[in-house]
């Protein structure tokens, strides 16, 4: 088991950091937990051998090469950013050595911590990548288990996670923002109001804050960025052939088809 009697730190009080803080406190309930915001000191972190990187991903890589100097040596350190190639260049270059890239798939209707709760990760998949450090890994699969989530354990250094992530997560989001973006240029957003379920169903993805998806687009480009021009294309071509009554059908029984193995 992780060693949590010198507490756990997370540097991140958000919708995760805050869940991770309760469902923690669940496992262990005399648990110490330090929760370091925006612009507070890493010197809050004080002797925890348990510390998370609960923070956007632009933010996680700023913090990592300031933590040698601010954690045990010992410690356990884990991220839970939404993409992890970077993230594991850069804990590689500050010469964290317990380092173990994560990535919880959980989420919640609310932001921020308003939307916490300890059961949050229960059966939940929770990626973890870093073959160079076992005994760190060993460590972080314990972790995440006491937390009620499922790790899922990678290979290799982020590539196959960011790879997945840019099909099963990062598409699907720039797909609908952009989708609720031409609708409403075309139709004008006093027009909305005429949209049926099939629009809304389609578009509930494009509600989500920028300031998160920014730094997890930038960071996963390599992947997405083909995958964005393959999608188009594939729109454009059948944007050719919609009084193709088999090309409709093709496409609707490949899609329904696949639908149905979608959780």
Same mark, same amino acid.
């Given at each position: 088991?992780?060693?949590?009697s /010198?507490?756990?730190?997370i540097?991140?009080?958000?919708l995760?950091g ?5 469902? #923690? ?8 937990? /330090? ?15 348990v ?7 632009? #933010? ?6 300031? =933590?040698?100097a601010?954690?045990d +040596? ?12 970077a ?61 009620? +989530? ?12 960011? /790879? ?25 957003? !006093? ?16 509600a ?26 594939? =729109?454009?071509?059948?944007a050719? /052939? =919609?009084?193709?009554? !088999?090309?409709?059908?093709e ?12 959780p």
């Amino acid at each position: 088991m992780p060693d949590t009697s /010198r507490g756990i730190a997370i540097v991140g009080p958000g919708l995760i950091g805050t869940s991770i803080a309760l469902a #923690a406190r669940r496992r262990w309930p005399d648990l110490e937990s /330090r929760t370091i915001g925006e612009g507070e000191p890493l010197s809050k972190i004080n002797d925890a051998l348990v510390v998370v990187l609960a923070a956007p991903v632009d #933010a996680i890589l700023k913090l990592l090469p300031q =933590l040698p100097a601010a954690v045990d +040596a010992n410690a356990l350190i884990i991220d839970t950013g939404s993409t992890k190639r970077a993230v594991m260049i850069a804990a590689a270059m500050a010469g964290i050595r317990n380092f173990v890239g994560g990535h919880p798939m959980a989420g919640g209707t609310a932001p921020g911590p308003a939307g916490a709760r300890a059961e949050l990760f229960d059966d939940a998949p929770w990626f973890l990548t870093n073959p160079d450090a076992p005994d760190a890994m060993q460590r972080a699969v314990k972790f995440v288990e006491a937390l009620g +989530a499922r790790p899922i354990v990678l290979a290799d250094h982020g590539e196959e996670h960011d /790879r997945l992530m840019a099909a099963v997560s990062q598409l699907p989001q720039v797909a609908a923002s952009t989708l609720m973006a031409v609708v409403t240029r075309v139709v004008g957003e !006093q027009n909305l109001q005429w949209a049926g379920k099939g629009l809304r169903d389609t578009t509930r993805l494009a509600a989500s804050r920028p300031e998160m998806w920014q730094s997890i687009l930038g960071t996963n480009a390599a992947e997405l960025k083909p995958l964005l021009k393959y999608y188009a294309a594939e =729109l454009s071509s059948f944007a050719d /052939r =919609l009084e193709d009554p !088999q090309a409709v059908k093709e496409l609707f029984d490949e899609a329904s088809g696949a639908k149905a193995s979608c959780p």
